[in-house]
C-alpha cells in the first residue's frame, strides 16, 4: 500500500531544523507546545503553544514591533501590556495568534509532559461561536461533577464565552491569572439539551495517559487498537513501539478522533512507524517553504486504518494526511477539525510571548487543511470504530 510519494521531495523546499511547529488546538487539557526560530533576530528557539479558535485568515498581518510598541505604550501608562498585546492581535483578525504572560508560558511547559492544571475537560469553538465539551478527562473534576462530552459551556464565573478570545477562555479555565491555581474554584455553565446549569468545581492537578493500546481479539492475527488523545512529549516513541510490538502481521487501527493536536516533532515521529522515510509534509514561515521527513525503518507492510473526526485537530490532522496521501492508511469516520495554520512565537517586552499565524502547512501531496480538513476515505459517525475494524479484516490485518 506504500506509494511513490515517499520518493520524491519537492522542488525548492528547505528542510526545516526546528520540527516542534506550533499547530497545536487545546482548550483546557493537556497544552500544546512547540518551537520555532524566534522573530526577534537572535536566532535561538523558545517554546509556546497555540489554542484553537474560530478557524479563519488573518485580516490584517501583525508583525512583533507593533505589538512590542503596543506593550510598552501600555505599561508606560500603568496598565497590562499583555492586554495591550492581545488586544493588537485580535484586531489583527489572526484567530489562532494569542499573547501568554511568563506564568501561563511556564504552565504550557508542564503540560508538554502531560501534567496541568485545570477542571479536566477540552472543547473547541465551533464557526457559530459556541463552545463545546469534546472530551472529559476520567476522575477529574468535570468528570465528577457529572459534565460529559457534547455539553456546551455557556459561562465562565459568570462571565459568557462565546465569541470571546479562546486564550481568555483558557485562562479562566485553568486558572493563569492567580497565584495558586490548584485548588481554587471555578463556576461553570453549562447546557444539555436545551436544559441549562452551573456547577462549581476546585482545580486540580491533573496528568493525561495520551497513548493506549488493547488487541481487538484473542487470537494473533486480531488488531491491535492504538488510541491517541494528543500529541506530547513521548507519545511518537510510544506509538513507534506499539507498533513494533503488535504480533505478527496484525493491522493497526490508529485512533485519532478527538486528539487535540501537540507536537507536530511527535506527529512526525509516529509517521515513522508507518512510514520508510520521505514526506510528512510542507510548511511555510513568511513564504519560505520547509519540509518534514519521516525517519527510516517503519513498518510499511502492516495493514493500517486511521479513525478520525471533527476532534481531530493540527497534529493529528498532519500525521492523518500523510499516510493517507501516501497510500499508507485508510481514514475511516467524519471530516476533521481544519487546523493547518503555522504560528511563530516571538518573546515581547516584560517577558509574555505572543504567537503570531505565518503561514500553513501541506500533505504530501499538496493539499491545505486550513478550514477544509481532511475528508476520510470512507464516511462513518458513532460506528466508525466497527467500520474500521471490517475496512482493516479486508486488508487483511485481522479484526
Not at 139 to 148: E, Q
Request: aromatic share 4%; glycine share 16%; with cysteine.
Amino acid at each position: 500500500m506504500l506509494g511513490l510519494t515517499h520518493l520524491l521531495k519537492p522542488r525548492g523546499v528547505c528542510r526545516g531544523a526546528a520540527l516542534t511547529l506550533v499547530f497545536a488546538s487545546v482548550l483546557a487539557t493537556a497544552a500544546a507546545t512547540g518551537s520555532l526560530p524566534r522573530e526577534d533576530g537572535q536566532g535561538t528557539e523558545i517554546d509556546a503553544r497555540a489554542v484553537s479558535s474560530t478557524a479563519g485568515s488573518v485580516d490584517r498581518p501583525v508583525d512583533r514591533e507593533e505589538i512590542a510598541d503596543a506593550v510598552a505604550d501600555a505599561e508606560a501608562d500603568g496598565k497590562s501590556g499583555t492586554d495591550a498585546a492581545q488586544e493588537v492581535v485580535s484586531r489583527s483578525g489572526d484567530r489562532w495568534g494569542a499573547v501568554y504572560d511568563e506564568h501561563e508560558y511556564e504552565d504550557f511547559e508542564q503540560a508538554l509532559d502531560g501534567s496541568y492544571t485545570g477542571v479536566g475537560i477540552s472543547a473547541r469553538r465551533s464557526s457559530g461561536g459556541e463552545v463545546t465539551v469534546t472530551g472529559v478527562e476520567p476522575g477529574g473534576p468535570a468528570d465528577l461533577a457529572g459534565v460529559r462530552r457534547g455539553d456546551l459551556l455557556l459561562t465562565l464565573d459568570g462571565r459568557p464565552v462565546r465569541r470571546r478570545p479562546v486564550a481568555e477562555v483558557v485562562a479562566l479555565l485553568r486558572g493563569d491569572r492567580l497565584k495558586t491555581p490548584e485548588g481554587s474554584s471555578v463556576v461553570l455553565g453549562l447546557s444539555r439539551g436545551g436544559q441549562s446549569w452551573t456547577t462549581t468545581l476546585r482545580r486540580a492537578r491533573l496528568s493525561t495517559d495520551p497513548v493506549s493500546v488493547r488487541r481487538l481479539g484473542q487470537d494473533s492475527s486480531s488488531a491491535v487498537l492504538i488510541k491517541v488523545t494528543a500529541f506530547t512529549k513521548g507519545v511518537g516513541g510510544e506509538v513507534r513501539d506499539a507498533v513494533r510490538e503488535a504480533p505478527g502481521d496484525a493491522g493497526i487501527l490508529l485512533d485519532l478522533r478527538a486528539n487535540t493536536g501537540g507536537l507536530v516533532s511527535e506527529a512526525v515521529t509516529a509517521s515513522s512507524a508507518f512510514l520508510d522515510g520521505g514526506l510528512v509534509a510542507t510548511y511555510d514561515v513568511h513564504g519560505e517553504q520547509r519540509a518534514l521527513y519521516a525517519q527510516s525503518g517503519g513498518d510499511t507492510e502492516r495493514p493500517v486504518v486511521v479513525l478520525v473526526d471533527g476532534g481531530t485537530m493540527s497534529a493529528a490532522e498532519l500525521l492523518t494526511g500523510a499516510l493517507q496521501d501516501r497510500g499508507r492508511a485508510v481514514t475511516v469516520g467524519t471530516r476533521t477539525f481544519g487546523k493547518g495554520s503555522v504560528q511563530m512565537p516571538s518573546k515581547l517586552p516584560g517577558g509574555s510571548v505572543a504567537e503570531l499565524t505565518v503561514g500553513q502547512y501541506r500533505t504530501p501531496a499538496g493539499r491545505s487543511v486550513e478550514g477544509s480538513g481532511i475528508t476520510p476515505d470512507v464516511g462513518a459517525g458513532p460506528e466508525a470504530q466497527q467500520r474500521g475494524e471490517t475496512v482493516l479484516s479486508g486488508l487483511g490485518g485481522g479484526s
